[in-house]
């Protein structure tokens, strides 16, 4: 059974039976809790957070607010999280890119032992963009175009690695030009300068409807509601493939088992809300969830991922600077 069939089973579940844990406030919180967001404002991690914030709020009878540490792909905030008391009143929702740094970067803290997993938050499906004047108009198109002309052309990358993963799957050999993030790439892929790049599809759709960009496939499991007309990299060109940026709440290894359980069932239901995930769907991502069980494996599973990715396409630990 798939970790995403298992959040939608386990989610009434959690629904009817968080009911005795909301009332429990006087063991946890106990005091104000912060919710710490890596990046800068205004992303998928960061509206969640305060999504949660204003509603835990009153649920647990203490002040829960967002914290902003942007910074270093997103290992400033995660370092405060996992150097913090493992007492459940410092948490933080990270995002793809924090199974991505141990690859690239020396961390300042051990991913797997420093910070304890609680729950995915978010899933969103990235897709293949290209610039307007690039030839290609299919996901075929695109790897018969590339492999016949081997580090000719060029894609952006700003710290993640699903286009490195595409192209290791795809046996593309193309430029890397790396970019602080995606939006700085869009402008020169819009002026042609880099011909591809991996993104989420909510940024892309206006500049795709405009004509500024290309979208030849979407990377979910599953084409995105908002394109139901543009087929996924898994159903054209490379079986199996799927590039998602998730959301995952984690606070420093230690925690109690019991508090991790209460935050995870409150957290989890308040995620199923129809308010919240109509939210969600407004931002073109899906809610999902998971135990801290899996929590933990999945990070795991996506740090090897990446890790291996990363080396295979020559990538050292440490070759990108901080």
């Known amino acids: ?18 009911g005795a ?12 809790v912060r919710i710490i967001v890596p990046y800068t404002a205004g992303g998928v991690s960061d509206i969640t957070a305060r999504l949660l914030a204003e509603n835990l709020t009153p649920l647990w009878g203490q002040p829960v607010t967002v914290e902003n540490r942007a910074g270093a792909n997103g290992m400033i905030g995660a370092e405060v999280a996992a150097r913090a008391t493992p007492d459940g009143t410092t948490l933080c929702l990270a995002g793809t890119a924090h199974s991505i740094s141990p690859a690239l970067y020396r961390t300042p803290y051990d991913t797997m032992r420093d ?34 002309r081997p580090n000719q052309t060029s894609y952006a990358t700003f710290g993640a690695l699903g286009m490195e993963l595409f192209c290791q799957k795809a046996g593309l050999e193309m430029t ?18 880099v011909d591809a790049m991996l993104d ?45 940026v998730w959301g995952m709440l984690m606070g420093p290894a230690g925690m109690p088992p019991e508090t991790v359980a209460k935050i995870h069932a409150d957290v989890t239901a308040l995620l199923h809300r129809p308010d919240i995930l109509e939210r969600h769907a407004g931002l073109g991502t899906a809610i999902w969830t998971m135990s801290p069980e899996e929590a933990q494996q999945f990070m795991g599973a996506e740090v090897v991922k990446w890790t291996a990715t990363a080396r295979a396409m020559g990538i050292e630990q440490g070759a990108i600077g901080r």
Not at 211 to 219: I, S, V, Y
């Open 21 to 32: 844990g909301w009332g429990q406030t006087s063991r946890f919180p106990g005091r104000a």
């Open 115 to 148: 910070l304890a997993y609680i729950t995915t938050t978010s899933q969103t499906p990235q897709a293949l963009i290209v610039a307007p004047n690039f030839p290609p108009n299919t996901a075929q198109e695109f790897v018969d175009y590339v492999k016949a």
């Open 176 to 193: 890397r030009v790396p970019y602080r993030g995606s939006t700085q790439g869009h402008p020169d892929l819009i002026a042609g300068r």
């Open 1 to 18: 059974m798939t970790l995403a069939r298992r959040s939608l089973l386990a989610a009434p579940a959690l629904l009817a039976g968080t």
């Open 200 to 244: 989420t599809i909510t940024p892309t759709l206006p500049h795709v409807r405009e004509g500024r960009m290309k979208l030849l496939a979407t990377c979910g499991a599953t084409r995105a509601p908002q394109t139901p007309q543009v087929p996924t990299v898994a159903e054209t060109v490379i079986p199996g493939f799927t590039s998602t």
